[in-house]
Structure formats: C-alpha cells, structure tokens
C-alpha cells in the first residue's frame, strides 16, 4: 500500500509553534527560509541548519516522521553536491581516476546542500504545525491570488483519490498476470493504466466540478477557523525573523 502524504498528520500536537497564528508563521518562516537560501557563507548557512533544527524540535514533530519524507529530498539535494564536486572548476584537492575533486566545487555544493536542508526542514514547523485547510485560509488572508490558493486546495485534496484510484488499477493489472518488467508489453501495459488514469482524474473533475457548483461553491474557502494575532505572536515573529537578519549581518561582517 502507499502511504499518503499528511504533511499535516500531528497539526493536533501542542507547541508553541502550534499557537503560532498562521498568518504571521507563513510570513516569518519564509522569511528566514528566503535569508537561509540566499547566505554566501557556508558556516553562517550551517548556523542557519542548526536553528531550523531548533525550530523542528520546538514544533515537536517526531524526527521518523520528518526523516520518512527528507530521505526522498536527499537523494536529490546530494546528488547536485556530487556533480558539483566533481564539475566544478578549481583548485583540485583529490582524484579518483579520471574524475578529480575541486576545494571550489565542494565548497559550492556543500553551501547549497545545507541551505536545502534547512529550507526544507523548517516547511515542517511551518505547514506540519497546523491543518492544510487552516494553511489554505491563511494563505487567501495573505491575499494569495485566489486561483492559486484554489488550485493549491484541490491538488492536495485529490492526491488521495488519485494514489487510491491508481492502486485499484494496479490491483486488477497484477490480479491478471502482470507483472513490472523492462520489456516492451509491460512498459506499453503501464502507458495504457497511466493513460486510464487520466481519462477517469477528468471524467471525476467534470463530476466533482458539476456537484460543487450546484451546491453553491463560488470559489473561496471557507471555514470555521477565525485567526487573532496575539503579543507573543508577534514577538516570534520579531524573534524569527531578527534571527534571519542576524545571518546575514554577522556573514557582511565576517566579510
């Protein structure tokens, strides 16, 4: 079976991460996680992985939790740290046959493997840290274009119908013989289910599309959730994003 992707699964935790009022998370989170990309200096950006660290464990998010979805992330992170190791022109600090290690191309791809760490590390105390519907309202708050926040909704909305519909799919194919090959017939047989898989995602939207519009949808979220923005909000968020400034003034410093 598939494991669905609940970014959201311990919202219901409390921490003051959790008491955080939305809006003011997204807008201090993705300030940090903008200062963090953008440091020129790699033992600032390592200060910067140690606080998203910081931020995770304050969120108390367990550690498997976020590991199940980093590992996936750090086989693409690594691999740009590799092929900048070896690619990148400099001064050469080791070889291995004909391929030689650049002191400038590891340092280039270790400043953006750590700066994609952090910034994918702190996406968990920032969305995992409340409902995805409470995200979505936030964001149309922040007068994020509507169309956007919609279509933000609804692709998360049917990531699950679309993985359910899909292991139906490959229940019935494998209940009929098939089985996953490197030939021509398997490869033409996977083309053909992705192929069915997309005629019924559109003949599902056109019904979903049709329900909704006759019971009144007009294209805005609405929920339940009403937001108050409290002192100790904004003293995070003063907090956070002081530390985000902080980066970069102590890395022009340095400099």
Excluded: C
């Amino acid at each position: 079976m598939i494991e669905y992707p609940e970014i959201d699964r311990y919202a219901s935790l409390d921490s003051p991460l959790h008491r955080f009022d939305p809006r003011v998370k997204i807008i201090a989170f993705l300030f940090l996680i903008f200062s963090i990309v953008l440091i020129p200096d790699l033992r600032i950006a390592f200060v910067g992985l140690f606080f998203a660290v910081f931020m995770l464990v304050l969120s108390r998010i367990p550690l498997t939790f976020v590991l199940s979805y980093l590992k996936w992330v750090a086989m693409f992170i690594l691999s740009f740290l590799v092929i900048l190791m070896f690619t990148f022109p400099g001064k050469e600090i080791a070889r291995f046959y004909f391929l030689s290690i650049s002191a400038e191309g590891l340092y280039t791809g270790s400043l953006i493997t750590v700066r994609a760490f952090s910034a994918v590390i702190l996406l968990f105390p920032m969305i995992g840290t409340m409902k995805f519907d409470t995200t979505i309202k936030a964001l149309d708050r922040l007068k994020v274009p509507n169309s956007l926040v919609q279509m933000l909704m609804f692709t998360y909305r049917y990531i699950f119908v679309f993985v359910a519909e899909f292991q139906r799919i490959w229940m019935a194919m494998v209940s009929r013989g098939f089985k996953l090959r490197t030939t021509i017939y398997a490869l033409r047989t996977i083309g053909k289910a992705l192929g069915m898989l997309f005629v019924r995602s559109y003949e599902r939207a056109e019904r979903v599309y049709r329900a909704m519009r006759s019971r009144g949808y007009t294209g805005y979220q609405k929920t339940l959730v009403k937001f108050e923005i409290r002192m100790k909000d904004y003293l995070l968020a003063v907090f956070i994003m002081g530390f985000a400034i902080s980066l970069h003034v102590v890395s022009l410093v340095g400099m």
